[in-house]
């Protein structure tokens, strides 16, 4: 068979759970289709929370606030993302005090990277600094030191985050979201035609490419 080769954007925020298991899902899904399909991969920025302090707020509080849960709800919620998260080979460390965290630096990050082709191993590495280790992953210094984990110039970064760069680009790449009609994430555009929304199981993002591929052939 032909390898049919698909483009994939994923609109994500770092501080989303479910984007985690998401993606993880979808390469579990890749990896058991290769090499007939395969996918170009472009992450595109979402912020859930995006009028969230500099200090961060408590990520239950939160929850409570937005959703109304309650404590035994959102413990509940906790166990399962973090059963789905060992499922696919992520560790999702919750504590009573973690946080979540203002992301429109995290993004402007991730453009510079992608400029770079090296935005997927950088995304990978900020949901581990904040899911598995609880560190903002906003924090010029937690993305400096995270860039060069994933083979970046960090000082580069440095000089970045320390100036109005990709600030506008960023503002720009949120706003094409939202005129898209995405409300929330994590969703994932194949070959700018279809959209699969939420942190499918392996199984699902397996037979939706099946066929896509199958349609793009």
């Not at 912020?47 to 707020?57: A, C, H, T, Y």
């Not at 166990?79 to 696919?88: H, M, P």
């Not at 997927?120 to 903002?136: H, I, K």
Request: aromatic letters at 10%; proline letters at 5%.
């Amino acid at each position: 068979m032909k390898e049919t080769r698909l483009s994939i954007d994923i609109v994500s925020d770092t501080v989303c759970p479910w984007c985690v298991i998401g993606y993880r899902n979808l390469q579990q899904a890749l990896r058991e289709l290769a090499p007939e399909i395969s996918a170009d991969i472009r992450w595109r920025p979402f912020q859930l929370n995006p009028d969230i302090p500099p200090e961060g707020e408590s990520l239950f509080e939160h929850i409570r606030k937005k959703y109304g849960s309650s404590e035994a709800e959102s413990r509940a919620m906790r166990e399962r993302i973090t059963a789905l998260g060992a499922e696919s080979g992520f560790e999702f460390r919750f504590t009573d005090d973690f946080k979540t965290w203002n992301t429109f630096d995290t993004h402007r990050a991730l453009l510079w990277a992608a400029d770079q082709g090296r935005e997927t191993a950088l995304q990978e590495a900020l949901f581990t600094a904040y899911f598995t280790q609880g560190e903002n992953p906003g924090d010029p210094e937690v993305l400096v030191r995270e860039a060069a984990s994933a083979g970046l110039a960090a000082d580069d970064l440095r000089e970045v985050l320390s100036s109005d760069r990709y600030r506008a680009e960023t503002v720009k790449a949120l706003q094409e979201v939202q005129q898209l009609g995405i409300t929330g994430v994590p969703n994932f555009i194949i070959n700018q035609r279809y959209s699969i929304s939420g942190g499918q199981p392996v199984a699902a993002f397996r037979d939706i490419l099946t066929r896509l591929a199958n349609e793009a052939a």
